[in-house]
């Protein structure tokens, strides 16, 4: 599924940023995290909302 690459990818940008040296998150990338996430929370509330939970 689309949303767990999503996920993966945002977790190794993350230790990448953590731990790696020199490592250095650009605009794009940046911008590109930023809609994904913004899908993935619209995604999850759709999900929500349709079982009422």
């Given at each position: 599924?689309?949303?767990s690459k999503y996920l993966s990818q945002a977790f190794q940008i993350?230790?990448?940023t953590d731990y790696a040296d020199f490592f250095i998150v650009t605009k794009?990338?940046?911008a590109d995290q930023y809609e994904r996430?913004?899908?993935f929370v619209q995604k999850l509330e759709s999900y929500?909302?349709?079982r009422d939970v």
């Open positions: 599924m689309k949303y993350r230790n990448n794009a990338e940046a996430a913004v899908e929500v909302n349709e």
